[in-house]
């Protein structure tokens, strides 16, 4: 199910940075991303996706990053919906081609290459932007 929003449409509250550069940061990501979602009422399948999609970004930011990075993770608020979005920075070399990195099994690094595409396509909403200087993507996943 696709679920598309504008920005001004929603309200947001921030709940937590994370910071992620070593591969032990993910396991605490995912237990605390995973019990805000319970808390509000995100079903199994919505969760995993979720959850899936946070470890893509955490590990994307351990192996493609020199110093990691930051997820911030706030909950949205819109009518009768109830989003999670996972806001990923990093200050890395930055993505050359996103239209290859949305391509399933384009890797630069000898991975599957399943990971960017993958969460694109769990998530409800996907945005990414890159330059020499970092990389920002911003995903969320509503539980409507």
């Not at 199994?44 to 946070?54: D, F, G, R, V």
């Not at 769990?122 to 920002?136: A, C, H, V």
């Amino acid at each position: 199910m696709s679920f598309t929003l504008s920005q001004k449409e929603y309200s947001s509250n921030v709940k937590f940075l994370l910071k992620i550069n070593q591969e032990w940061h993910i396991a605490r990501a995912r237990y605390q991303v995973k019990d805000l979602a319970l808390k509000h009422g995100f079903g199994q399948i919505n969760l995993a996706h979720l959850i899936t999609s946070l470890s893509e970004l955490s590990y994307n930011l351990v192996f493609h990053t020199n110093n990691g990075g930051t997820i911030t993770v706030s909950l949205l608020f819109c009518q009768d919906a109830i989003g999670i979005q996972l806001l990923c920075i990093d200050d890395g070399p930055g993505i050359t081609s996103i239209k290859d990195a949305l391509t399933d099994g384009f890797s630069t690094n000898g991975g599957l290459g399943g990971g960017l595409p993958g969460t694109e396509r769990l998530m409800d909403e996907f945005n990414i932007e890159s330059s020499s200087k970092g990389t920002q993507i911003s995903c969320i996943k509503w539980n409507v």
